[in-house]
């Protein structure tokens, strides 16, 4: 669906990657693009010297797409607990976010420290994407992990048990290596947040 100049008919919603560094937010954000937008690699995301050389993050990035029944400006925040002031000057404009949390790791610092953020700042409504399915092949450790980020969720007055949590691999997504964990996950993903994110 590239499309080179979008339609400004569709209703416009700013929302943002958020999570812990290395849990795939970067990869998720460019996943997106190739799907629902003008496809942006991962190094075009991560576009400053020192996030090359470091493999993070630092500064926020933004990319625009659109699904069927909007129009998104998405702004990928880094997770890194240095450059948290700059993922809170992203976040005071979201209308959502989506909580990346690797399967692999489940909730870490950054992913706590980002959903108290997120409260704070007043953004409204998260969808969680559960990155990294792949690496995880023991399907009660998955419920584990889902669990404990919906009662991260619920400690900080989102509506845990509600939230919609999406299980997938960004990377596959890009890499088109497994459909149903790839690109399904982020059709699947961006339809819970059509419908999620007001």
């Known amino acids: 669906m590239a499309k080179?100049?979008?339609e400004r008919t569709k209703p416009h919603v700013n929302?943002?990657?958020i999570g812990h560094?290395?849990?795939g937010k970067t990869s998720l954000t460019a996943a997106i693009t190739k799907y629902f937008g003008e496809y942006k690699r991962y190094d075009q995301i991560d576009a400053a010297p020192e996030e090359k050389a470091r493999g993070i993050t630092i500064s926020t990035a933004h990319v625009e797409y659109e699904t069927a029944n909007r129009h998104y400006a998405h702004v990928d925040c880094p997770g890194h607990a240095d450059y948290v002031k700059n993922m809170i000057t992203g976040?005071?404009?979201m209308d959502g976010a989506i909580l990346v949390v690797s399967a692999a790791?489940?909730?870490m610092p950054q992913t706590r420290e980002?959903?108290?953020l997120a409260r704070q700042v007043g953004v409204p409504?998260?969808?969680?994407?559960?990155?990294k399915v792949d690496q995880v092949d023991d399907a009660e450790l998955l419920e584990l992990v889902e669990l404990e980020v919906r009662e991260l969720l619920t400690k900080n007055e989102f509506p845990g048990d509600d939230i919609p949590i999406v299980k997938g691999s960004a990377l596959a997504a890009l890499e088109d290596s497994d459909k149903k964990?790839?690109?399904?996950?982020?059709?699947?993903?961006?339809a819970a947040v059509d419908d999620y994110i007001p």
Not at 125 to 131: A, Q
Not at 181 to 190: A, F, K, Q, T, Y
Request: charged residues 20%.
């Open 105 to 107: 790791d489940g909730p």
């Open 114 to 116: 980002h959903i108290l």
């Open 21 to 23: 560094v290395d849990h």
């Open 181 to 190: 964990i790839g690109e399904d996950s982020i059709r699947e993903l961006m």
């Open 91 to 93: 976040a005071a404009q």
């Open 125 to 131: 409504s998260i969808v969680v994407f559960l990155n």
């Open 4 to 6: 080179g100049k979008f």
């Open 15 to 17: 929302i943002g990657t």
